[in-house]
């Protein structure tokens, strides 16, 4: 984290490690345990992740006219994009997430903090509103993992240990 960064240099840094902190919590464990759900909403790990995921390329990048590769959301399902399919596999939402982040940091690099675009609910945007909602998006879910991991195999903290 640069603690003498300019605003757009702190505020995607801050979301880096955020992203950074919720593929962590993945580690160690295998495909069931990524997908167990331990508490009644059936809210699991590997959930989350496709969530952050759908969530990086609807807000970077459909605001600003880039491309996204299809998303898993439903109009008659609003968790459709928590709900891991049985045909997808943990390195397919690993991947899914990887290439999200990707789109979103390239569009990020391109654009500057005062850069508008339209949001699905046909708001106007700045990069910067959206580079400070992903960061709380995000960290909200990251402490809802610590919760899940921490009822899954006991392990707490950033890396997760037991």
């Known amino acids: 984290m640069p603690f003498t960064g300019d605003?757009?240099?702190s505020l995607w840094a801050s979301l880096q490690r955020q992203r950074d902190v919720t593929l962590g919590k993945l580690e160690g464990l295998d495909d069931e345990q990524v997908r167990r759900?331990?508490?009644?909403?059936?809210t699991n790990l590997l959930g989350l992740v496709k969530h952050l995921a759908a969530v990086e390329y609807s807000w970077f990048c459909e605001p600003f006219g880039r491309e996204t590769e299809p998303l898993p959301f439903d109009s008659e399902d609003e968790n459709?994009?928590?709900r891991v399919r049985p045909d997808e596999?943990?390195?397919d939402i690993v991947a899914f997430h990887?290439?999200?982040?990707a789109a979103a940091d390239e569009m990020i690099g391109?654009?500057?903090l005062d850069d508008?675009?339209?949001a699905w609910s046909g708001e106007?945007?700045?990069?910067?509103?959206?580079?400070?909602?992903?960061?709380?998006?995000?960290?909200r879910h990251a402490g809802h993992m610590d919760v899940l991991r921490e009822l899954i195999d006991g392990a707490t903290g950033d890396p997760p240990s037991r």
Do not use: F, N
């Open 80 to 82: 459709a994009d928590l």
């Open 98 to 101: 990887g290439r999200a982040r």
């Open 89 to 91: 596999t943990t390195a």
């Open 110 to 112: 391109e654009l500057g």
């Open 37 to 42: 759900a331990v508490v009644p909403s059936g």
């Open 116 to 118: 508008t675009g339209t």
């Open 7 to 9: 605003e757009k240099e």
């Open 124 to 139: 106007t945007v700045t990069l910067r509103w959206l580079l400070i909602h992903m960061i709380e998006e995000t960290a």
